[in-house]
Each structure stands twice: as structure tokens, then as C-alpha cells.
């Protein structure tokens, strides 16, 4: 559309700079809300041993005999089969007639929307293969520090170490509101400042804005599709070594085609996703329906 000032014609100009596009946090992160530790070289699966805890050992009387045991081995079994690839096509007149690198910023977009796809199946397997907590009640500023200790306590009568949460923009809402009360001005504003994570009781509470989505897909070890409503999710705590994400390829490039005059942007991710023991996170809801 043409821009007249008064009765005259003036040029136009089309900005260099991109305007960035809004996508969801990145809260998964390598020792702090999953593990790799189980990647072992070049492989497509992998099968943890998990060996029996035992009962409670008594004392007995001193001056004598042992009593052997062989102890209990299962396997757990995480396959990489969640593939993310992403490609945007880039064609030259195109690229050459715009004031900004088009190939540079389609890139990067590409890059973005798999890793957030990526992040996103990874939380719905967390959800999905968690245990869950019974109560469905409504998390407030007044209550939330009830419920933040109880999760705690859940877990770690379960023998488990809580060292994170993740909480949905409402429940993170009323986490600032309920601090804002409880702590000094100091430490309030330190947490004012990080604007999706601080320490709540000793434990990093982390805003997650992917529970705004209604279905999510991925594939569990099983290589069965399941969808996943995080929109009813209030919590996930747990420790960050009960949930695993492996990767075996993560790959980017730009490229030339024959297809046509121009270059591809693309970006390819190879992961699998497993909970290895549910007992050691937890997820709490407020609805009665099954993640």
C-alpha cells in the first residue's frame, strides 16, 4: 500500500531486521530436568540394568554365619525413536531481494521450531510416565507453599531426591505472589528479576508455558504414539536423574538443491524419552483426567 503525505508519494522501506517470533522456554536441560548420562556410543537403543533395593537389613547377634541372596535384575529399555526434522526452502530471487540474510534467518527459525518441538514430547513423556499425585485442588499464593512441601514429602517417602519443579504460568503466578508476602524486599526482588525460575525451599521452581498445550505427541519406548494434555498440569517435580532423554543426531545445515535456484534450511533430531522410575517423579493436575 502506497504512502501519501498530504497530496505526494513518499518511498518505502522495508526494515533490515527480522522481528523475532515467540516460542516456548526451554526447560529441558541437561542436569537440571533429565539425564544422558546413559548414552554409551553409537546405538539406536539402549537397556539399563536396574538391580533390586532389598528389604531393610536387621542386625543380628554377633559370631555368625551369612545368609546369601541373589538379588533381583530388570532392564529398562530406552529407544530413540522421536525424529524432529525440519525443513524451509529458500529460493535465491527471493533471498536477493530482501535487505536482510534470509537464509541466516530462516535458519534459525527452523533450528527454533524443531528444538521447541523437541522440548515439547520431552516433557509430555515426563507427564505421561510419572506417577500422579491424587489431590486435584486448585494451587493458590495461600496454599501453594502446603502443596510444594507435600509434593516434597511424596517423593521423598518414596525414597526419591526431589531437586526440581516444574509448574504450569498460573501456579508460577501464584509462587511470586505467595514470595512477595513470605520474603524480604532483597530476596524478593532476586526472584522478581528471573523471570522463569528461582529457589523455593531449596529447590528450583521453573516456569513452564508448554503446559498451555492441549496435545502433544510422542513416542515411548514401547514405539507407541501417545498424546499428552499438558494443559491440566500444575506441578512435575522430581529428580532430574529418574527422567532420561537420549540423543544419537542433531544436525544442521543449510544446503544447495537441484530442485531449484536456492538453498534448503534444515535441522534433524534423533532422541528417545523415557522416565526410568516413577516413583522418583510425580506430577499433579487439577483435573480428575489421566495424563
Excluded at 533471498?95 to 520431552?122: C, H, L, M, N, P
Aim: charged share 20%; hydrophobic share 40%; with cysteine.
Amino acid at each position: 500500500m502506497a504512502v501519501i503525505y498530504n497530496t505526494q508519494y513518499v518511498d518505502e522501506k522495508y526494515s533490515p531486521i527480522v522481528e523475532p517470533n515467540l516460542y516456548y522456554d526451554s526447560v529441558l536441560q541437561p542436569n537440571l530436568t533429565f539425564t544422558d548420562k546413559y548414552t554409551m556410543g553409537r546405538a539406536g537403543g539402549y537397556f539399563v540394568h536396574k538391580l533390586g533395593a532389598g528389604s531393610l537389613l536387621a542386625p543380628t547377634t554377633p559370631a555368625g554365619d551369612f545368609s546369601g541372596a541373589v538379588t533381583a535384575d530388570t532392564l529398562i529399555q530406552i529407544i530413540l525413536n522421536n525424529a524432529f526434522r525440519k525443513e524451509e526452502k529458500i529460493y535465491a530471487v527471493t533471498a536477493a531481494s530482501v535487505s536482510y540474510d534470509k537464509a541466516e534467518a530462516e535458519f534459525q527459525r527452523t533450528i527454533r521450531e524443531a528444538s521447541i518441538g523437541w522440548q515439547a514430547s520431552g516433557v509430555a513423556c515426563m507427564a505421561h510416565e510419572a506417577s500422579e499425585y491424587g489431590d486435584t485442588t486448585a494451587i493458590t499464593d495461600s496454599n501453594i507453599k502446603d502443596y510444594w512441601i507435600a509434593l516434597r514429602k511424596y517423593l521423598k517417602d518414596k525414597k526419591a531426591t526431589p531437586n526440581f519443579g516444574l509448574v504450569s504460568t498460573s501456579v508460577y503466578e501464584e509462587y511470586l505472589q505467595a514470595v512477595g508476602d513470605e520474603y524480604t524486599p532483597m530476596r524478593n526482588d532476586a526472584i522478581m528479576a528471573n523471570a522463569r525460575g528461582g529457589m523455593y525451599f531449596g529447590m528450583p521452581i521453573i516456569e513452564c508455558n508448554l503446559f498451555n498445550e492441549t496435545a502433544v505427541t510422542y513416542y515411548d519406548y514401547a514405539g507407541t504414539l501417545q498424546s499428552v494434555n499438558l494443559s491440566h498440569i500444575d506441578v512435575i517435580m522430581g529428580d532430574f536423574e529418574a527422567f532420561s532423554v537420549l540423543t544419537n543426531l542433531n544436525t544442521m545445515r543449510i544446503i544447495d538443491t537441484e530442485d531449484f535456484v536456492g538453498v534448503k534450511a534444515q535441522v534433524e533430531m534423533n532422541s528417545g524419552f523415557r522416565v526410568t522410575n516413577s516413583d522418583r517423579i510425580v506430577v499433579k493436575t487439577n483435573t480428575s483426567t489421566s495424563i
